[in-house]
C-alpha cells in the first residue's frame, strides 16, 4: 500500500545538485512525487511502498552530493496525492528565507575533461560549471537559487544548453548558471591600447604577457586578481612598488600538486586542505626562496587553480607558479567590479583579462593552515562563505556587527548563523563602504525585517562598527565584549551553550569593562550564564595609544617602564631609536599613556629587544618575525612567566631576554625560551585555575593562538593534564571569528543586561 510523507532537508543544499540528486534517487527508488527549492531548503513529497520511503531517506543522509551539507532532515507523514511521475517542480518564495547558500566550488573533474576535449561544445570555454562545481555565492541575486537570481540571467540558454539544463540524466540538470560559447559571457583581454576578443586568443596573450614579465588583472569568481611570474623577481618587486605592498607575503597559485609539493613542505593535512572544496590558500614551511614573494618569512601561501579559466591560462603556457594576489592597493578590499578594476587597477596592470559575467558580491580567496589542534582557517571568504556555521538556539533575527580590524559580520535566521565573508579593516573608507553592503546585502537576501532584528555589536564606543550599529534602525541592540565573543565564537562552533569552560583570549586590542586595553584574559563561564574575568596579564602601558601597535618600541616602553636597571637600550646589541626615548618620556609625564594587558603587544616588546626596531608594515608583523626566529632554534631552557596572585608576571621574562641579549646569547634562542616561556606561564595559570575550580575544558581563541609554535608547546603541555582543548575551526580565532562569537552571547543576554 503506497504511502506518502514530506522531507524538508537544511543545510546546503541549493546550488549544490541536490535536486537532480533527489530526482535520480527516487526514480531509482520508484518512488512519485516532487522537489523544489523552498525558503528554508529543499521541500520533498514522496509517495510509495514504506520500504522504498526508507531506503530513500537513509541514501539522502550517508550519501548526499559531495558539495551538500545537511544540517538538518524533517520527515513527516502527509497525504496521497496519487501522483504517477517524479518531477523537479518551480522554487517557492513564502516565507522569509533561512535556506544555506553555498560557497563558490571548484571546477569538477567531469567538467575539466570537457574543457580540453576539442569535441565538446564547450571545448576552451572559461565559464564551463555544472551541478557539482561552479560559481555559486558569488552568482546569487536572491533567494531561492534559481537561474533568474543569478547574474548570469542575462544571457539565455540557447537550444543546446536548454536541452542539457532540462534533461535529468544531464549533469547540467537545472545547474543554474549553465552557459556555453555560444549563448554565454565571454572574456577578453584589453592592454590600454587594443581588446583581445575570443577566449582562446585573450587567453593565449594574457599566458605570454606573464611569460613576459608583466602584471596581468585576472577577473575571477569573487573579484579580480593581480597575477605575475612569482619566479621573476622583477615582475614580483614590481608588483610590491605599484600595489604599496612592503613586505606582506603574496599568495601562489600552483600549477598543480606536484608543483605545490616542490614549494611547500606537503603534510597529509596541508595536503587535504589545499586539495579540498574550499581551495584555500594554504601556509605551510617552504621549500624555497622566491625573491619579493614572502620577504623574510618561511612559509609560503598556495593554493591550486579552482576556475577552468586558471586551467586554462596554465595549459596556455603561463608560468607554472603565479603570483595571485587580491587587486588593490594596499589595505583597499578587493576590486570586483569592471569599471572599478579598469579605474583602480590601471597604474597596477599591464593588461586586464575580463570576463562579462558580473560578480554579485567581492570574495576574497580563503586563508588556512593544518595546525596543532586541527585545521585552522585565518581568512574566511571563498570556499566557506557565507555558510551556517552554528545553530544559535533562538528564533529571533540577529546581526552581529563585528570587530573593526579583520571584519565580518554574521546574521542569525531562524538560528541559523550565517557568517559573511571576510570584509577586511574599517578604518579604510572603501571597507567601511563594503562592510556596508554587506549588512545590506545579508539582511536583503534573508528578507530580515529591521524591526524584528536584535543587533550585537563590539563594547568599543569608537568603534565605527559601533557608530553604524547605534545609527540602524531595530528593535534592539547589544554590546558585547570583545575577548568573550572570542570565547563564545569557538563554543558556538560546537553548540556548547552550558558548558562551564576556562577561556584563554589573548590578542592586541579590545575595549575592556573597566575601559582599558585588554588583550590578555582569562575568563570562566558558559555562554548561557556569561564570562568573569578571573586572571590576566599584568598591566603595562601603552604610550600613545594604537600607534604602539605599529612601532614595536614604542610598545615595549610601556613594558620595559617596570623593569629596574635597565641597559642603555639607544645602544648595541639594542639601539633604540629616538621613538623608544620619546615613549619614555610619555610615560614618565602621564601623557598619552594607556593601561594594557596586551598580549600581542609583549610579543612586539620582545620583537624588539631582539632587533625588530623598526616600524611594522602589516599587522602582527613583529610577532610573525619572532616566532620565526624561535622555529629555527632547537628546544632550550625557558624563560620564567610566574602566574602570581592571578596575574601573568611578565618583567622575568623580559628581564631574561635583556640579560641573555647582554651576553650575546643567540637571538634564535632567546626568541625559543621567550615562546616556550610565555606557553609555560599559560599552562601554570591554566592547570591551576582548573584545579581551583574543578573544570576539564579549556577554550583557547583570539589573534595570538594563530602563532602555531604558541599552540604546539601549548599543547604538549596540557596533554599531560587530560584537559579537553577547543579551538576555532569554522571561523578565524582572529578578529575574523568575532561576529560569530557576538552573536551566540546576544542570543543569550537578557532585555536590560548592559553587556555580554
Given at each position: 500500500?503506497?504511502?506518502?510523507?514530506?522531507?524538508?532537508?537544511?543545510?546546503?543544499?541549493?546550488?549544490?545538485?541536490?535536486?537532480?540528486?533527489?530526482?535520480?534517487?527516487?526514480?531509482?527508488?520508484?518512488?512519485?512525487?516532487?522537489?523544489?527549492?523552498?525558503?528554508?531548503?529543499?521541500?520533498?513529497?514522496?509517495?510509495?511502498?514504506?520500504?522504498?520511503?526508507?531506503?530513500?531517506?537513509?541514501?539522502?543522509?550517508?550519501?548526499p552530493?559531495?558539495?551538500?551539507h545537511?544540517?538538518e532532515?524533517?520527515v513527516?507523514?502527509a497525504?496521497?496525492?496519487?501522483?504517477?511521475?517524479?518531477?523537479?517542480?518551480?522554487?517557492?518564495?513564502?516565507?522569509?528565507?533561512?535556506?544555506?547558500?553555498?560557497?563558490?566550488?571548484p571546477?569538477?573533474?567531469?567538467?575539466l575533461?570537457?574543457?580540453?576535449?576539442?569535441?565538446?561544445?564547450?571545448?576552451?570555454?572559461?565559464?564551463?560549471?555544472?551541478?557539482?562545481?561552479?560559481?555559486?555565492?558569488?552568482v546569487?541575486?536572491?533567494?531561492p537559487?534559481?537561474?533568474?537570481?543569478?547574474?548570469?540571467?542575462?544571457?539565455?540558454?540557447?537550444?543546446?544548453?536548454?536541452?542539457?539544463?532540462?534533461?535529468?540524466?544531464?549533469?547540467?540538470?537545472?545547474?543554474?548558471p549553465?552557459?556555453?560559447?555560444?549563448?554565454g559571457p565571454?572574456?577578453?583581454?584589453?592592454?590600454?591600447?587594443?581588446?583581445i576578443?575570443?577566449?582562446a586568443?585573450?587567453?593565449?596573450?594574457?599566458?605570454?604577457?606573464?611569460?613576459?614579465?608583466?602584471?596581468?588583472?585576472i577577473?575571477?569568481?569573487?573579484?579580480?586578481?593581480l597575477?605575475?611570474?612569482?619566479?621573476?623577481?622583477?615582475?614580483?618587486?614590481?608588483?610590491r612598488?605599484?600595489k604599496?605592498?612592503?613586505?606582506?607575503p603574496?599568495?601562489?597559485?600552483?600549477?598543480?600538486?606536484?608543483?605545490?609539493?616542490?614549494?611547500?613542505?606537503?603534510?597529509?593535512?596541508?595536503?587535504?586542505?589545499?586539495?579540498s572544496?574550499?581551495?584555500?590558500?594554504v601556509?605551510?614551511?617552504?621549500?624555497?626562496?622566491?625573491?619579493?614573494v614572502?620577504?623574510?618569512?618561511?612559509?609560503?601561501?598556495?593554493?591550486?587553480?579552482?576556475?577552468?579559466?586558471?586551467?586554462?591560462?596554465?595549459?596556455a603556457?603561463?608560468?607554472?607558479?603565479?603570483?595571485?594576489?587580491?587587486?588593490?592597493?594596499?589595505?583597499?578590499?578587493?576590486?570586483?567590479?569592471?569599471?572599478?578594476a579598469?579605474?583602480?587597477?590601471?597604474?597596477?596592470?599591464?593588461?586586464?583579462l575580463?570576463?562579462?559575467?558580473?560578480?554579485?558580491?567581492?570574495?576574497?580567496?580563503s586563508?588556512?593552515?593544518?595546525?596543532?589542534?586541527?585545521?585552522?582557517?585565518?581568512?574566511?571568504?571563498?570556499?566557506y562563505?557565507?555558510?551556517?556555521?552554528a545553530?544559535?538556539?533562538?528564533?529571533?533575527?540577529?546581526l552581529?556587527?563585528?570587530?573593526?580590524?579583520?571584519?565580518?559580520?554574521?546574521?542569525?535566521?531562524?538560528?541559523?548563523?550565517?557568517?559573511?565573508?571576510?570584509?577586511?579593516?574599517?578604518?579604510?573608507?572603501?571597507?567601511?563602504?563594503?562592510?556596508?553592503?554587506?549588512?545590506?546585502?545579508l539582511?536583503?537576501?534573508?528578507e530580515?525585517e529591521?524591526?524584528?532584528?536584535?543587533?550585537?555589536?563590539?563594547?568599543?564606543?569608537?568603534?565605527?562598527?559601533?557608530?553604524?550599529a547605534?545609527?540602524?534602525?531595530c528593535?534592539?541592540?547589544?554590546?558585547?565584549?570583545?575577548?568573550?565573543?572570542?570565547?563564545?565564537s569557538?563554543?558556538?562552533?560546537?553548540?556548547?551553550?552550558?558548558?562551564?569552560?576556562?577561556g584563554?583570549?589573548?590578542?592586541?586590542t579590545?575595549y575592556?569593562?573597566?575601559?582599558?586595553?585588554?588583550?590578555g584574559?582569562?575568563?570562566?563561564?558558559?555562554?548561557q550564564?556569561?564570562?568573569?574575568?578571573v586572571?590576566?596579564?599584568?598591566?603595562?602601558?601603552?604610550?600613545?595609544?594604537?600607534?604602539?601597535?605599529?612601532?614595536?618600541?614604542?610598545?615595549a616602553?610601556?613594558?620595559?617602564?617596570?623593569?629596574?636597571?635597565l641597559?642603555?637600550?639607544?645602544?648595541?646589541?639594542?639601539?633604540?631609536g629616538?621613538r623608544?626615548?620619546?615613549?619614555?618620556?610619555?610615560?614618565?609625564?602621564?601623557?598619552?599613556t594607556?593601561?594594557?594587558?596586551?598580549?600581542?603587544?609583549?610579543?612586539?616588546?620582545?620583537?624588539?629587544?631582539?632587533?625588530?626596531?623598526?616600524?611594522?608594515?602589516?599587522?602582527?608583523q613583529?610577532?610573525?618575525?619572532l616566532?620565526?626566529l624561535?622555529?629555527?632554534?632547537?628546544?632550550?631552557?625557558?624563560?620564567?612567566?610566574?602566574f602570581?596572585?592571578?596575574?601573568?608576571?611578565?618583567?622575568?621574562?623580559?628581564?631574561?631576554?635583556?640579560?641573555?641579549?647582554?651576553?650575546?646569547?643567540?637571538?634564535?634562542?632567546?626568541?625559543?625560551?621567550?615562546?616556550?616561556?610565555i606557553?609555560?606561564?599559560?599552562y601554570?595559570?591554566?592547570?591551576?585555575?582548573c584545579?581551583?575550580?574543578?573544570?576539564r575544558?579549556?577554550v583557547?581563541?583570539?589573534?595570538?593562538?594563530?602563532?602555531?609554535l604558541?599552540?604546539?608547546?601549548?599543547?604538549?603541555?596540557?596533554?599531560?593534564?587530560?584537559?579537553q582543548?577547543?579551538?576555532?575551526h569554522?571561523?578565524?580565532?582572529?578578529?575574523?571569528?568575532?561576529?560569530?562569537?557576538?552573536?551566540?552571547?546576544?542570543?543569550?543576554?537578557?532585555?536590560?543586561?548592559?553587556?555580554?
Amino acid at each position: 500500500m503506497a504511502i506518502a510523507c514530506s522531507i524538508r532537508v537544511r543545510g546546503v543544499v541549493q546550488g549544490v545538485g541536490f535536486r537532480p540528486y533527489v530526482y535520480h534517487l527516487a526514480r531509482a527508488n520508484m518512488l512519485t512525487g516532487w522537489v523544489l527549492n523552498g525558503n528554508q531548503g529543499v521541500e520533498i513529497h514522496l509517495e510509495g511502498v514504506e520500504e522504498d520511503l526508507a531506503t530513500f531517506v537513509r541514501e539522502i543522509k550517508l550519501k548526499p552530493p559531495a558539495a551538500a551539507h545537511i544540517a538538518e532532515i524533517e520527515v513527516e507523514s502527509a497525504l496521497c496525492q496519487d501522483l504517477s511521475d517524479f518531477t523537479i517542480r518551480d522554487s517557492e518564495g513564502l516565507d522569509r528565507p533561512s535556506v544555506n547558500i553555498s560557497p563558490d566550488l571548484p571546477v569538477c573533474d567531469e567538467c575539466l575533461a570537457e574543457l580540453f576535449d576539442p569535441s565538446n561544445e564547450r571545448y576552451g570555454y572559461p565559464y564551463i560549471n555544472c551541478v557539482n562545481c561552479g560559481p555559486r555565492y558569488s552568482v546569487i541575486l536572491a533567494l531561492p537559487y534559481d537561474r533568474t537570481n543569478t547574474t548570469i540571467r542575462h544571457w539565455p540558454m540557447d537550444r543546446f544548453c536548454s536541452r542539457e539544463y532540462h534533461d535529468p540524466a544531464n549533469r547540467r540538470f537545472h545547474a543554474q548558471p549553465v552557459a556555453c560559447p555560444a549563448c554565454g559571457p565571454k572574456f577578453s583581454l584589453s592592454d590600454g591600447t587594443t581588446m583581445i576578443s575570443g577566449e582562446a586568443e585573450a587567453i593565449g596573450r594574457a599566458a605570454r604577457l606573464l611569460g613576459e614579465g608583466k602584471i596581468v588583472a585576472i577577473k575571477g569568481l569573487g573579484g579580480y586578481h593581480l597575477a605575475c611570474d612569482a619566479r621573476n623577481p622583477a615582475a614580483n618587486f614590481a608588483l610590491r612598488t605599484r600595489k604599496f605592498r612592503k613586505e606582506k607575503p603574496f599568495a601562489l597559485m600552483a600549477k598543480d600538486l606536484e608543483t605545490a609539493r616542490n614549494l611547500i613542505q606537503l603534510s597529509p593535512d596541508t595536503q587535504a586542505l589545499l586539495t579540498s572544496i574550499a581551495r584555500p590558500i594554504v601556509l605551510a614551511p617552504k621549500k624555497l626562496e622566491l625573491a619579493g614573494v614572502a620577504p623574510g618569512n618561511d612559509e609560503l601561501g598556495v593554493m591550486l587553480p579552482y576556475t577552468p579559466l586558471h586551467h586554462l591560462l596554465f595549459a596556455a603556457g603561463a608560468p607554472d607558479v603565479l603570483v595571485m594576489t587580491s587587486a588593490n592597493r594596499s589595505s583597499e578590499p578587493i576590486a570586483y567590479e569592471d569599471h572599478d578594476a579598469l579605474e583602480r587597477l590601471s597604474g597596477i596592470s599591464d593588461a586586464f583579462l575580463i570576463g562579462e559575467r558580473p560578480i554579485a558580491r567581492r570574495v576574497d580567496d580563503s586563508v588556512t593552515r593544518a595546525g596543532a589542534f586541527g585545521p585552522m582557517i585565518l581568512r574566511r571568504a571563498r570556499g566557506y562563505a557565507p555558510g551556517a556555521v552554528a545553530m544559535l538556539p533562538t528564533r529571533r533575527p540577529i546581526l552581529a556587527l563585528g570587530a573593526d580590524l579583520k571584519n565580518t559580520v554574521t546574521l542569525a535566521v531562524d538560528g541559523r548563523a550565517f557568517v559573511s565573508q571576510h570584509i577586511g579593516d574599517l578604518e579604510h573608507y572603501e571597507a567601511f563602504r563594503a562592510f556596508e553592503d554587506t549588512v545590506k546585502d545579508l539582511t536583503a537576501m534573508y528578507e530580515v525585517e529591521w524591526q524584528d532584528l536584535l543587533i550585537a555589536h563590539d563594547c568599543h564606543p569608537q568603534y565605527a562598527s559601533t557608530m553604524h550599529a547605534l545609527a540602524l534602525p531595530c528593535s534592539g541592540k547589544r554590546a558585547v565584549q570583545h575577548h568573550r565573543a572570542h570565547l563564545a565564537s569557538v563554543l558556538a562552533e560546537r553548540g556548547e551553550w552550558e558548558a562551564t569552560v576556562l577561556g584563554i583570549s589573548l590578542d592586541g586590542t579590545g575595549y575592556g569593562d573597566d575601559g582599558t586595553i585588554w588583550g590578555g584574559e582569562i575568563f570562566v563561564g558558559s555562554v548561557q550564564q556569561g564570562f568573569i574575568r578571573v586572571a590576566h596579564l599584568r598591566q603595562a602601558v601603552l604610550p600613545g595609544g594604537d600607534a604602539a601597535a605599529q612601532y614595536p618600541v614604542q610598545a615595549a616602553a610601556g613594558f620595559l617602564s617596570q623593569i629596574r636597571e635597565l641597559p642603555d637600550l639607544t645602544a648595541a646589541p639594542f639601539k633604540f631609536g629616538p621613538r623608544y626615548q620619546d615613549a619614555m618620556q610619555l610615560i614618565s609625564r602621564g601623557v598619552r599613556t594607556f593601561s594594557t594587558t596586551s598580549m600581542g603587544r609583549l610579543f612586539d616588546a620582545a620583537a624588539a629587544l631582539l632587533g625588530f626596531v623598526r616600524e611594522t608594515t602589516f599587522e602582527g608583523q613583529a610577532a610573525i618575525w619572532l616566532e620565526q626566529l624561535a622555529k629555527r632554534a632547537s628546544n632550550v631552557d625557558t624563560y620564567p612567566f610566574p602566574f602570581v596572585n592571578y596575574e601573568l608576571d611578565f618583567r622575568p621574562l623580559l628581564e631574561s631576554v635583556i640579560r641573555d641579549r647582554m651576553r650575546e646569547r643567540s637571538t634564535r634562542e632567546i626568541a625559543r625560551a621567550f615562546q616556550r616561556g610565555i606557553a609555560l606561564g599559560l599552562y601554570t595559570s591554566i592547570r591551576t585555575l582548573c584545579e581551583e575550580r574543578g573544570i576539564r575544558t579549556v577554550v583557547l581563541s583570539g589573534g595570538v593562538f594563530q602563532n602555531e609554535l604558541l599552540l604546539e608547546d601549548l599543547k604538549l603541555l596540557l596533554e599531560k593534564e587530560q584537559l579537553q582543548v577547543w579551538t576555532n575551526h569554522a571561523v578565524p580565532p582572529n578578529d575574523g571569528g568575532i561576529s560569530l562569537g557576538q552573536a551566540a552571547l546576544a542570543a543569550f543576554v537578557s532585555d536590560g543586561a548592559p553587556y555580554a
